[in-house]
């Protein structure tokens, strides 16, 4: 599975490099999603949040790239005000809702985050998409099972809003820890629900 691959490049390597709330805020990306038809007509289009991991690679939460009955058209990363086009699909992970975009050139300067174990505590989500906003909470619960019949296993407290999903969610000390994937309710403050990078790595790498 070409996941395998991609998650490798940044999961869990030595030595552990965390990222400054500066940082945090420049890795979080705006994914612009184009679909089309089945006949090839103009479809759906939206937008998302996603996480860049290093020079080369952003991950998201799937359903963000995913055109239901539908045909994936465009993909368009903005880093801050700079749109990039050229951005291909180079793995996804439905069961725990994951994909991993890739930009046809290195972007410079770009620092390489690493993934380390999830664990209850402070944490905050860094959005792209409707606005570039910190959003802190609390990671309540890191369940060795799904959450609420859901292949995830974070549970979060802390504002979530439409567009924030595929948000990196980063632990207090800056480390890159999950995604966010979904909202509870239409209320914001009610949280929402993410998947650990940690563990889809371990699933997928056999550790």
Known sequence: MRTLLVLSLFACTAPFRSLTVVQQSQAAVRIRVECI??????????????????????????HVIACPHERLSNLQIYVGERKLEKVSVLAEDELHDLAVLKFQKAIPGTPTVHVIQALPGPACAETGWPTRVRRCGRISEVSDKDVRGLDVDLELKMPILPGNSGSGIFDRHGFLIGVVTHRHTDRPDDGGLGSSLQRIASTLLGN
């Open 37 to 62: 038809t089945l006949n090839g007509e103009p479809g759906q289009n939206w937008n998302g949040s996603g996480v860049v991991a290093d020079s080369m690679h952003v991950v998201t939460a799937r």
